[in-house]
């Protein structure tokens, strides 16, 4: 292999393939970068067998066609120290060397032929739905995925399609996040995707995307990126169960004020008792020591009776910095009962602090 490429275009694909590696032994080949030069394109992929990206980028100046591995840590080190310009990258015996001007390295490969295989997605079935919407909707319910439970289901999010609609859910088991889309589908399918490749689906796709699935993968294809990751593989809690199903009060109030209120009171302390009453909401800390913080907003509420709740002010701040209207539903039933916020088709079922 011997290519001459701009090093921005380098920084770009190494640094995108870095989620990718495993960085706790280099002795592995999952610590290294795989990269083909093929028919003007330079190919570079990068596993650790739960996840992996292979990236596609053009390239006109190819001297040899080839493969290689390098270590993908110490290629992208090597890279950022280096001047914009020209590289050349070439191996010669079981080293890869990089170049440029007076600076040159070499760096021991592996067996190219040995890197992990990625799974094949083109006779795999097709996710018919719009991948903007998806990609949107994880972001939306990404505050809300567990870290660490037990339970691995748990530490991801189920999208769940139905005959005639599919919704994206995530729940921590203090909250439940919801997005449903009412689009028919014409099949019923559950997959969990693992929170970390919710991270790095977020990261990667901003367009239009074509999305395959298998009983262990979900493949995304985009013009430059072929991303997999496993599914986890197990129950997801259902969720239909969880959601109350009569609610007293829906209360239309504006965003803005209500994180202004919050973030008053979070200057002490996170949990918080808020009263609702028929001309103001009342802001009041639940701090366990001797602090204390009260604010109120005046707001015009239909309701002729105090409603107390406590709350843990994060929860609801996570919902509000992720919707684009400037009022949403807050949906109440009662002192130390689940509530519901919700704006358009986005919703979050919240237990409360009992006071």
Same mark, same amino acid.
């Given at each position: 292999?011997?290519?001459?490429?701009?090093?921005s275009?380098?920084?770009?694909?190494?640094?995108?393939?870095?989620?990718?590696?495993?960085?706790?032994?280099?002795?592995?080949?999952?610590?290294?970068?795989?990269l083909?030069?093929?028919?003007?394109?330079?190919?570079?992929?990068a596993?650790?067998? !739960?996840?992996?990206l292979?990236?596609?980028?053009?390239?006109?100046?190819?001297?040899?066609?080839? %493969?290689?591995?390098?270590n993908?840590?110490?290629? /992208?080190?090597? %890279?950022k120290r280096?001047?914009?310009g020209?590289?050349n990258?070439?191996?010669?015996?079981?080293?890869?060397?990089?170049?440029?001007?007076?600076?040159?390295?070499?760096?021991?490969?592996?067996?190219?032929?040995?890197?992990?295989?990625?799974?094949?997605?083109?006779?795999?079935? #097709?996710?018919?739905?719009?991948? /903007?919407? /998806? %990609?949107?909707?994880m972001?939306?319910?990404?505050?809300?995925?567990?870290?660490?439970?037990?339970?691995?289901?748990?530490?991801?999010?189920?999208?769940?399609?139905?005959e005639?609609?599919? *919704?994206?859910i995530?729940?921590d088991?203090?909250?439940?996040?919801?997005?449903?889309?009412?689009?028919?589908s014409?099949?019923?399918?559950? /997959? %969990?995707?693992?929170?970390?490749?919710?991270t790095?689906?977020?990261?990667?796709?901003?367009?239009?995307?074509?999305?395959?699935?298998?009983? #262990?993968?979900?493949?995304?294809?985009?013009?430059?990126?072929?991303?997999?990751?496993?599914?986890?593989?197990?129950?997801?809690?259902?969720?239909?169960?969880?959601?109350p199903?009569?609610?007293?009060?829906?209360?239309?109030i504006? #965003?803005?004020?209500?994180?202004?209120?919050?973030?008053?009171?979070?200057?002490v302390?996170?949990?918080?008792?808020?009263?609702?009453?028929?001309?103001?909401?009342?802001?009041?800390?639940?701090?366990?020591?001797?602090?204390?913080?009260?604010?109120?907003?005046?707001? !015009?509420?239909?309701?002729?009776?105090e409603?107390?709740?406590?709350i843990?002010?994060?929860?609801?701040?996570?919902?509000?910095?992720?919707?684009?209207?400037?009022?949403?539903?807050?949906?109440?039933?009662?002192? *130390?009962?689940?509530?519901?916020?919700?704006? !358009?088709?986005?919703?979050?079922?919240?237990?409360?602090?009992?006071?």
């Open positions: 292999m011997n290519i001459t490429i701009p090093n275009i380098l920084d770009n694909v190494f640094t995108s393939l870095q989620p990718f590696l495993d960085k706790k032994d280099s002795s592995q080949i999952t610590s290294h970068i795989y083909e030069t093929k028919n003007n394109q330079l190919i570079a992929k596993t650790d067998f !739960e996840m992996g292979y990236t596609i980028t053009d390239c006109t100046d190819i001297k040899e066609e080839g %493969i290689a591995t390098v993908g840590k110490q290629i /992208l080190d090597i %890279i280096l001047k914009e020209e590289i990258l070439y191996t010669n015996n079981e080293n890869l060397h990089i170049k440029q001007n007076k600076s040159s390295f070499k760096l021991p490969m592996f067996n190219a032929q040995e890197f992990p295989s990625f799974p094949e997605f083109e006779n795999l079935p #097709k996710l018919e739905i719009n991948s /903007l919407e /998806l %990609i949107t909707s972001k939306k319910i990404f505050p809300v995925i567990d870290i660490n439970n037990q339970r691995r289901e748990l530490n991801g999010a189920l999208l769940d399609i139905k005639y609609s599919y *919704n994206f995530a729940t088991t203090k909250r439940l996040a919801m997005i449903k889309f009412d689009k028919p014409g099949k019923n399918l559950s /997959l %969990i995707f693992p929170r970390k490749a919710i790095e689906i977020q990261r990667l796709f901003f367009d239009n995307v074509e999305l395959f699935y298998s009983t #262990k993968n979900v493949i995304i294809k985009s013009q430059n990126y072929v991303f997999f990751s496993h599914l986890i593989n197990g129950k997801f809690p259902d969720y239909e169960k969880i959601l199903k009569d609610m007293q009060i829906e209360l239309n504006s #965003k803005a004020s209500i994180i202004e209120g919050i973030k008053v009171i979070n200057s302390t996170n949990d918080i008792k808020m009263t609702f009453k028929a001309q103001e909401i009342l802001f009041e800390s639940l701090s366990q020591d001797n602090s204390e913080a009260k604010t109120q907003i005046e707001i !015009e509420l239909p309701i002729n009776e409603i107390e709740i406590g843990n002010s994060r929860h609801v701040l996570d919902f509000l910095t992720q919707i684009h209207t400037a009022t949403f539903t807050w949906i109440l039933n009662g002192k *130390n009962q689940p509530f519901i916020l919700k704006s !358009e088709n986005f919703s979050t079922v919240i237990m409360p602090i009992i006071l």
